[in-house]
């Protein structure tokens, strides 16, 4: 974050924005969790990226001040719903799940990031920080995967539909 926040610092862009915080907090304390790979965290935010400001374009958007100055309308709403859902199915399809890119696609469709621009230095800054993160914890002895955590078993806990149910002992 520190890094993130001096480029922000440097170039007065925002390397440093609000969903960065819950990314860093899945690196750091679950790194071989599918989560937290990098490919879902790369796949995440920019499935994210893309449907918030994909929403943003469609409500008539981008040119309105963020959420916060101007209040809430229907557009809005149509905007924030739809990017989150749409950013939740398209990571369901790619096996690509990453919750902090939730709060990416709401930070888009609600105004705070609305150009070009402040788009690809997010996608900047998230590369950014998985780097720094992957780094840490290849020095630290808690490594992330090199791009995807592998798949767990049933056996292993990797199974959907609840906690493991099996006998003890």
């Keep these: 974050m520190v890094i993130a926040g001096v480029v922000a610092l440097l170039t007065g862009q925002p390397w440093l924005f609000p969903s960065l915080g819950p990314a860093v907090m899945l690196h750091l304390e679950k790194p071989d969790s599918p989560e937290s790979s990098p490919r879902n965290t790369l796949i995440g935010h920019g499935v994210a990226l893309l449907a918030g400001y994909g929403f943003l374009v469609a409500c008539g958007l981008t040119d309105n001040p963020p959420v916060l ?4 309308s229907g557009p809005r709403i149509v905007a924030a719903a739809g990017s989150l859902a749409v950013t ?8 690509a799940s990453h919750p902090p890119a939730g709060a990416t696609t709401l930070i888009v469709s609600l105004g705070l990031l609305t150009t070009p621009t402040q788009l690809l230095i997010a996608a900047g800054a998230v590369v950014l920080v998985t780097a720094v993160d992957w780094l840490y914890g290849q020095v630290s002895d808690r490594p992330m995967p090199v791009w995807a955590a592998p798949e767990r078993s ?3 806990g990797g199974h959907r539909g609840g906690p493991d149910r099996r006998p003890v002992g």
């Design 154 to 156: 049933p056996e292993e």
């Design 69 to 72: 100055q101007e209040g809430m």
């Design 88 to 95: 939740a199915l398209v990571l369901v399809l790619l096996k």
